[in-house]
């Protein structure tokens, strides 16, 4: 199932087996769960592949991750000076504040 082999590809990345923990990211069925992305993003960050760590990122917040979720977890500090990872919280941002582009109120 996806939650094991998210755990599991954490679990190798912290014992060093890089190759091991991106084989297991690669099998995990993502689908449209944005906290199973989130965990994706985090390992990704921890692998040091910040693309495919924002990628997930997006993919999350397309499928209503709210913004305390992306401020909450430490591991997505080091993404948050990327314009990709501002553009996220913008968009969060725009969304939940009346009259704002996003809402049209």
Do not use: C
Not at 17 to 32: C, F, M, N, P, T
Not at 42 to 71: C, F, K, W
């Amino acid at each position: 199932d996806s939650d094991a082999l998210l755990w599991l590809s954490d679990s190798y990345d912290k014992l060093g087996r890089k190759a091991d923990a991106r084989e297991q990211l690669r099998r995990a069925e993502l689908g449209k769960n944005a906290h199973l992305l989130l965990f994706a993003a985090m390992v990704y960050n921890q692998l040091g592949d910040r693309n495919s760590a924002l990628t997930s990122l997006e993919e999350a917040v397309a499928r209503h991750l709210p913004i305390a979720e992306l401020r909450a977890w430490i591991e997505l500090d080091s993404l948050q000076d990327e314009p990709r990872f501002q553009a996220l919280l913008h968009h969060l941002l725009t969304q939940a504040v009346p009259g704002s582009p996003k809402t049209g109120s």
